[in-house]
């Protein structure tokens, strides 16, 4: 998924009076709007931002997270970077391109990818979150039952009982799974 970052932001009500304040806020913030919705869908995704009027900048391309991002080079439109990589990728590649320029997305459907829209992306990020919360309650059950073996089965033969006070005390370790991830942590460091 290729995203056009500024026609996104000037699209998206939030992002678009963010921007007004503070556009790098934007940028980061619909960054990692992304990076989460990458998380779930395990595609490879590109942001893309125009840097063309920047005065002998050389471009960039970037890892964010688990997303990459670019920043054009000078005398290069995010549009006209989009449409490279479209037509070097889509042959071999199912490629989704987010945008609500017209125009850009005749030309990359002309090339072989599929469009969305901002208001289709919008509501393809408010779906998944909607995903993530049903799923959310299985997999912290999941990781519960995983915590609770791993206690019982390494805990009493690795730690002290002084060291096991001294993880209730800290709150990390409640009625047997309470705060699992802080208590498997610790689990990690000790055994390393």
Request: hydrophobic share 50%; proline share 0%.
């Given at each position: 998924m290729?995203?056009?970052?500024?026609?996104?932001?000037f699209a998206w009500d939030s992002l678009k009076e963010l921007a007004k304040i503070d556009l790098a806020a934007a940028r980061g913030k619909l960054a990692d709007i992304l990076c989460n919705y990458q998380g779930y869908k395990q595609c490879e995704l590109i942001l893309v931002f125009d840097a063309y009027k920047v005065e002998g900048n050389p471009g960039?391309?970037?890892?964010?997270?688990?997303i990459h991002v670019v920043y054009t080079r000078e005398a290069e439109t995010a549009d006209h970077y989009i449409e490279k990589t479209v037509r070097r990728i889509a042959k071999e590649h199912d490629v989704i391109v987010a945008t609500s320029d017209?125009?850009?997305q005749v030309i990359i459907m002309g090339q072989g990818a599929h469009r969305m829209s901002a208001a289709g992306l919008k509501e393809e990020i408010e779906s998944v979150i909607e995903q993530m919360k049903d799923d959310y309650p299985k997999q912290e059950e999941l990781i519960r039952i995983t915590c609770l073996i791993i206690l019982k089965r390494i805990l009493p033969k690795r730690w002290s009982e002084s060291d096991l006070v001294l993880i209730r005390k800290s709150g990390l370790y409640k009625n047997g799974i309470t705060g699992c991830f802080n208590t498997?942590?610790?689990?990690?460091?000790y055994l390393y």
């Open positions: 290729l995203v056009d970052g500024y026609n996104i932001i960039e391309i970037m890892k964010y997270h688990n017209a125009l850009e498997t942590s610790l689990m990690l460091i």
